[in-house]
Every structure is written in structure tokens, then in C-alpha cells.
């Protein structure tokens, strides 16, 4: 349903219309200069006693996070380690996989057992995702696919001090299964302290904070997998897009415990970072691109290709690895027909994906040490052969802009899935237009800042990753076509989503979203309300300063939304809770008007009157125009709004006559009603006849 918070100037009829009551009478004007004039925005039923301007509920800082809106003292994260051999069975399109994994509590807590996402169940037919999700939409289980994980094992690993293996108990639930383990995983001792965070752990490193399992599983690989994943059917092959496809351990956090909620489809993901040591055993003709760096290049390449990529990490122009007609020929493999196993080995990542083809064409550039490449089928030509420049030119932006890319590796992937991110790896499926390629990779490859670097939960706080990402995809996008419109980010555009039906706050878990807002609320709503304080509250130096601290201080950590809100306003000086309840706590609107323009009798000086009477606050730009030609530009703080929702400003004209005042005169703010922002001048009466 619609906000119920209703502004003070009145309930507008279409407001009223909205919430399905019987149109009113127009209020009196008395009653609407008592609700101007009234404190800002203080409404019974909506914040109670609280105004716009109130200081935020907030959880209380700590010394896990603080004030300042950093990670404390006593900030922990869990750290989960990965080894696994896995094998695809191209013709059956079954994977196989057994992993090692070693999980290390930094915890305060000991923990008796573990929770494992098994991402594959959403593709049960009595899944809650197949269940709750329309037939034939973006995030359903489409086609009828009957798909799961079947677990093999999950059991203890043969160690110095036990002869045998013990299996350990476990229960699924849907896309989790509970393991429980012979005895607690005990918490950190104090002695790690002095350790840095993020390191990996030591198997068996003394502390005691470990535990060690193993577990093996299968499943058959979904053709349409709800826009993650699948299988891509192309002349040279089919193109697998693999994803969420080994059980991965929960997020064990200080805010919510163990982090359970599960895989439906739209919710993207909250993950441990740790280490990877990945290996892929394929058909001896497929090529295989995945997060992190291949270590066995001489086993899976030839000679010729190891040249050519040594060449492409040293040069900023697009080289060839495996040319369009080389992926005919045998020679582009190495001898024999016995599958080929990959290596891959990956640090300080959420997760792992890879794809394999005997369909791909390969290239590559380097950036700072960085390998650039993308791997692509014919069908993909002539658009990728850009593709690569483009991947690189959004690094090299982002690097510059923000933070700098924190991996040795970056590929762009062509296949069926439309566009998706992972560690060093994205889908991008666009064959056919240059601006939406460059879009969706520079979409994509934005996510290895947010969330793959700053490790957000997207599943409650969707916003945090995709909204942040296409804020900054704004100004790379300005940086490779200039000039062009800012596009997703276009405040005055977007006005007319914030006063459609059925409105929601920003901060409302992906899965709860009515159906077809995601994009617009998650993704665009935060892109507008970033620029809008980037660009017309804070100014671009000292909003860059206070997002670019917020990056480092979070950088291979989890933030929760206070903690973005105290990191920005404690680096940016600035008080912005108002900012933060109107954008993603709320639901309101923007409407700045101007009421009257009022010169006085000897032409010297005009009084202009404004009202907000949306939701919203923002601070006021408008401009005068003079009868001979001439204007000024003047703007009016937020803090104007403190007490009433009306004011006037005096102005000395030096004797000239206004012809027109106008609000926000270059279009910068989402205001959901412009007519009422322009005020001109009646024309004078003339002279009478002598």
C-alpha cells in the first residue's frame, strides 16, 4: 500500500484519490498557512513527536562497530576456506563435486553447528522460491525443470588423531541444511588480536577455532537458472554458466547470528569471504574462464596460448588468445581427447563461478598487473571484440574514482545469462548494441567494488550493492560517452516513480518487493538519491572523500546500513539524517513551490514566498530573471525547514522588476509537481491616456 504519511500543506486530492478516500473539500487557506507554518513535517501517526530532522533510531555503536561508523576494535567475521574437485559431465549436464572445508570462528561465540546454503534446491518443484515465484518470470524456476542437490556426504576429515571419518548428522531445509558437529566450534581466543583480519587461516593452527569437513554433492545443471546461471546453446557448443552451485557455509555475523534466510531467486547473496582451490575437470575441447588465477597453464593450454597471454597482461590493446578460427581447430587444445582438469586458485573472495565451452573465443589485456579478458562465441561478433577495452575501461575508472580493483584477474563471460556478477568473473549475454554491452559490463564488473569488496547482505539490504553499483556506473558511463544523459540516475525522470502507487521503502528486503520495483527501487531509487547528495547536498569533493573513506574502512568487511550512515556524515561533516529517513527509510515525495512573489511599492526589493509541501526536504535553488535580461541564482539551506514548511526570502533588486522566479531552474531535484516551481510576473497595465 501507498506511504500513509500525508505532507502538511494538505492532503492533495490526488494524495487522497491514492489512498482510495472519498475526495475532501478544498481546505481552507487559513488551515493550509497553519500547516505551512507549522514545525517541519511533525505528523501523529507517521513519526509521532519526531520531525524529518530527528536523529535516527540507530542500533548503539560498540567497539565491534563504532560511532564513526568504522569497524571497532572488537570487529569479527568469520572466514571459510575452500578446496574442490569438481567434474561436469557436458553430454548428461550433471557437476560432481567434493570439497574440503575449513572453517575458523573469529567469533566471541563457540558454535555448535554450521549452517549450508544449497542454492541448487530453489530448483525443486516444493521449493519456497518455485512456490512463491509467477510462472515465466525473471527469478522463477521456468520450463518445469526438476533440478537439487543430492548430497553425497558430509563428514569429518582424516586427520593424525582419528583412523576414520565420522559423518556428521544434517537436516534440509529447502536451500539450507543444519550440520551438527561432534562438539562446538570454540570461539577466538584473544591471542588472534594481534593477527590481521582477512588473513588466511592456518589449518590446524594451534588456536583451536577451527573446524574441518568434507562433503560431496551433484545436481543437475538448470538450462534457465532464475537469471544466474544455465546453459546457452550456440553453433560451436553449448556455453554452461556456473553458479551457486557448491554448498557454501552461512554468514555467522555480531547483528544477526547466523544469517538463514534463503535462496528464493531475487535476494542475491551474503558470504564469507575466504580462500578457493578450485579444480575443474571439463571435456578435453572447452575452455574454462573463473574466478581467480589459472596456476596449471601448461597442462590446459598450448605453448601459443601462453605466449599470447603473457603478451596480453603487458599490453593496454586487446590481444588474441584463441582466434574465431582456431575454435574449429584442434591444434587451439593441447594433444589428446581425455578430459582436461583447470586450476584455479582465488584469496580474499565471497565466492567462486566459472563457465566452460569448447564454443569460446578468448582475449585479453592487462591493467596494472590486472589480466583483462573476455571469452565469447562467434554468435558474440563484432560487438566483443570490444568487449575487453570495455572491461578494462571500467576498472581503470573505478580504480581511479574510488578504490582500487583489488584482484589479479577480470573476465567477461557471453552466454545466456543476461548480466551477473561473482568474484572476477561476470555474465553479460548483450550481442547486439555497444551502449547496452558497455552497460551491463560496466554494471557487472562495478559489483567487484559492491558487493565483492565492500561485502554487503543483499538479501536484507539490497540497495547497499545494487544501488550503490549503479551509482557509480553514472559517472563511468559519463566517462566513456561524454555528454551524454546521466541516465538511471536522473533525479527529475525519476520523480514520477516516487509518486506511483503502491510505494515501498528503499531499505525493504528484495524478496518482499512487489513484483516489477526491483530495478527501480533497489537499483535506480539509490543511484538518484547518491547523486542527488553527491551533486545538489554535500558537492562531488566532499561527498568523494566521505564514500572513498567509507570504501577503505569497509574494504573486505560487512557494513550494515548505520554504519554507512555515521561513516559518511563523521568523513563528511555533515548531519544527514533527514537525508537518510526521506531516501531509504521512507516513501515521501519532493515538492517545492513557490507560493507569491511580492515586490514592494518602490520597486527596490521583491519578497518571494516558498512552500515544501511534499514528504521530502531538500535545500532550495532558484533563480530571478529581470525585466532587462538579467538573472541570479540563489539557494536556501534544508535547514530553512527546521520549524515550517513556508519561507520567505527578501531580495534587494536594485531597482530593476522581476520578471519570473524559478525553482531548481536546471532540473536537478526529483520534484514530483514543476508546474507550480515558476512564477512570472502579470503584465503591467498600461499607462492611462492623457
Not at 170 to 197: E, F, G, N, S
Request: glycine share 8%; aromatic share 12%; net charge negative.
Amino acid at each position: 500500500m501507498p506511504s500513509p504519511r500525508l505532507a502538511l500543506f494538505g492532503a492533495s486530492l490526488g494524495s487522497l484519490a491514492l489512498l482510495g478516500c472519498a475526495t475532501p473539500k478544498p481546505p481552507a487557506a487559513e488551515a493550509v498557512a497553519d500547516a505551512l507554518t507549522a514545525p517541519a513535517f511533525r505528523q501523529p501517526g507517521a513519526r509521532g513527536e519526531e520531525t524529518i530532522f530527528s536523529p535516527l533510531n540507530l542500533p548503539a555503536p560498540n567497539g565491534v562497530r563504532t560511532a564513526d561508523g568504522r569497524p571497532g576494535p572488537d570487529y569479527w567475521q568469520q572466514q571459510v576456506d575452500y578446496v574442490i574437485k569438481a567434474e561436469l559431465n557436458a553430454e548428461d549436464r550433471v557437476i560432481h563435486g567434493a570439497a574440503v572445508v575449513t572453517y575458523t570462528n573469529n567469533s566471541p561465540n563457540p558454535l555448535p553447528f554450521l549452517w549450508v546454503h544449497l542454492e541448487q534446491n530453489l530448483f525443486r518443484a516444493d521449493s519456497t522460491g518455485t512456490l512463491t515465484t509467477a510462472p515465466e518470470t525473471r527469478f522463477s524456476n521456468r520450463r518445469g525443470f526438476e533440478g537439487g542437490v543430492e548430497i553425497e556426504y558430509i563428514r569429518t576429515v582424516l586427520s593424525s588423531d582419528s583412523d576414520t571419518a565420522e559423518d556428521l548428522p544434517y537436516h534440509v531445509y529447502d536451500t539450507l541444511a543444519r550440520v551438527d558437529l561432534p562438539q562446538p566450534v570454540p570461539p577466538r581466543p584473544k591471542v588472534i588480536a594481534a593477527l590481521r583480519l582477512g588473513d588466511p587461516p592456518i589449518k590446524g593452527n594451534g588456536l583451536g577455532n577451527q573446524f574441518v569437513f568434507e562433503i560431496g554433492w551433484s545436481f543437475q545443471i538448470p538450462k534457465y537458472g532464475v537469471d544466474r546461471m544455465g546453459i546457452d546453446e550456440v553453433s560451436q557448443g553449448p556455453i554452461f554458466e556456473i553458479a551457486q552451485w557448491f554448498p557454501a557455509v552461512a554468514v555467522y555475523d555480531d547483528v544477526h547470528g547466523w544469517n538463514t534466510l534463503p535462496y528464493l531467486g531475487a535476494g542475491e547473496f551474503y558470504t564469507n569471504f575466504g580462500s578457493f582451490d578450485v579444480e575443474l575437470t571439463v571435456p578435453h575441447s572447452h575452455i574454462v574462464a573463473a574466478t581467480g588465477v589459472l596456476v596449471n597453464r601448461e597442462e590446459v593450454l598450448t605453448s601459443t596460448q601462453i605466449e599470447r597471454l603473457r603478451q596480453a597482461r603487458e599490453s593496454t590493446e586487446t590481444v588474441m588468445i584463441r582466434t574465431p578460427e582456431e575454435v574449429t581447430d584442434p591444434a587451439s587444445r593441447p594433444p589428446g581427447d581425455d578430459p582436461l582438469t583447470w586450476h584455479f586458485q582465488a584469496e580474499r573472495v565471497r565466492t567462486f563461478a566459472w563457465a566452460s565451452s569448447p564454443a569460446f573465443i578468448w582475449d585479453g589485456a592487462g591493467i596494472e598487473g590486472t589480466l583483462v579478458q573476455s571469452v565469447y562465441p562467434d554468435e558474440a561478433l563484432p560487438l566483443w571484440s570490444q568487449a575487453t577495452d570495455m572491461l578494462r575501461f571500467s576498472i581503470e575508472h573505478y580504480s581511479q574514482k574510488w578504490f582500487d580493483y583489488p584482484y589479479p584477474a577480470a573476465t567477461n563471460v557471453n552466454g545466456s545469462v543476461g548480466g551477473m556478477e561473482y568474484p572476477m568473473l561476470i555474465f553479460c549475454s548483450d550481442r547486439d548494441d555497444e551502449h547496452g554491452l558497455y552497460g551491463v559490463t560496466t554494471h557487472e564488473i562495478g559489483h567487484n567494488w559492491f558487493p565483492m569488496t565492500v561485502n554487503t547482505d543483499e538479501r536484507r539490504h539490497a540497495w547497499m550493492d545494487e544501488g550503490f553499483n549503479t551509482f557509480i556506473n553514472i559517472y563511468s558511463q559519463q566517462a566513456r560517452y561524454p555528454g551524454e544523459p546521466v541516465g538511471r540516475g536522473e533525479p527529475r525522470s525519476f520523480a514520477g516513480f516516487m509518486s506511483s502507487r503502491d510505494q515501498q521503502p528503499m531499505d525493504t528486503p528484495a524478496d518482499q518487493l512487489r513484483p516489477g520495483v526491483l530495478g527501480s527501487l533497489e537499483y535506480a531509487k539509490t543511484a538518484v538519491a547518491l547523486y542527488t547528495l553527491r551533486e545538489q547536498v554535500l558537492g562531488p569533493e566532499r561527498f568523494d572523500a566521505a564514500f572513498r573513506e567509507y570504501i577503505r574502512a569497509w574494504a573486505f568487511k560487512s557494513p550494515r546500513p548505520w554504519d554507512f550512515y555515521r561513516c559518511m556524515e563523521n568523513s563528511a561533516g555533515e548531519d544527514l539524517a533527514w537525508f537518510w529517513r526521506e531516501w531509504m527509510m521512507e516513501t515521501g515525495t519532493l515538492d517545492q513551490a513557490i507560493d507569491k512573489v511580492e515586490p514592494n511599492k518602490t520597486g527596490t526589493q521583491v519578497r518571494v514566498t516558498f512552500s515544501n509541501r511534499g514528504q521530502m526536504v531538500m535545500p532550495l535553488d532558484y533563480r530571478v530573471t529581470f525585466e532587462d535580461g538579467s538573472t541570479e541564482d540563489h539557494r536556501l539551506p534544508v535547514e530553512v525547514w527546521f520549524s515550517t514548511n513556508r519561507w520567505t526570502s527578501s531580495l534587494d533588486t536594485g531597482g530593476r522588476r522581476v520578471a519570473k522566479v524559478e525553482i531548481d531552474p536546471k532540473e536537478l531535484l526529483p520534484d514530483t509537481n514543476p508546474a507550480n516551481n515558476v512564477w512570472v510576473a502579470p503584465p503591467e497595465a498600461p499607462a492611462p491616456k492623457k
